[in-house]
């Protein structure tokens, strides 16, 4: 009987994420199987990480049995001192975040100061751009009617010049 990955974990009292990480055994790949996207496992399988885990909390139980317990009195001048210890501490960090928070503020009062003072040049520079562009439009338009006027001029000269020589054949 095959059985997704979230059952066997139910079965065994464990984790999905512990029955995964078994089965990235790569003795274990080669036992499991896949239907409609979901890991199958086989019963022979099931049986083997059952042993593995056994073993496992068998040793870990060993550990912790092994490890003497200590009945020390706490006495609570030592939760006193303690305390008075970690609040120093706190206090010590409360002052270098506010030391730190002070250079950072400055920092950024800076950096505002020389992107304004950018924004300010590159505003200078886009005006002396936008009245450059409006002389040279000015002077493109002037620079039309002087050429139309040349040419007017020439015209009524050649037309003078035509008119008199008439006069003079006669």
Do not use: C
Not at 5 to 27: C, G, Q
Not at 42 to 65: A, C, R, V
Not at 121 to 129: G, T, V, Y
């Amino acid at each position: 009987m095959l059985r997704t990955v979230e059952e066997v974990a139910i079965t065994l009292d464990v984790s999905r994420a512990t029955i995964y990480n078994k089965l990235k055994n790569k003795s274990y790949k080669n036992k499991t199987t896949i239907k409609q996207g979901k890991t199958m496992i086989d019963e022979d399988l099931l049986n083997l990480i059952q042993l593995e885990l056994s073993i496992t909390n068998k040793h870990n139980n060993y550990i912790k049995k092994e490890q003497p317990k200590v009945d020390t009195p706490i006495i609570e001048d030592d939760f006193v001192k303690l305390n008075q210890e970690l609040i120093k501490s706190l206090i010590e960090q409360l002052a270098d975040t506010k030391s730190l928070l002070k250079d950072a503020n400055l920092l950024i009062k800076e950096k505002d100061a020389i992107i304004t003072n950018q924004l300010n040049e590159s505003n200078i520079r886009l005006k002396d751009q936008q009245e450059l562009t409006r002389n040279g439009q000015v002077l493109q338009s002037q620079n039309i009617k002087y050429i139309e006027l040349t040419e007017k001029i020439r015209e009524e000269t050649i037309v003078k010049k035509g008119f008199m020589s008439k006069l003079f054949k006669k």
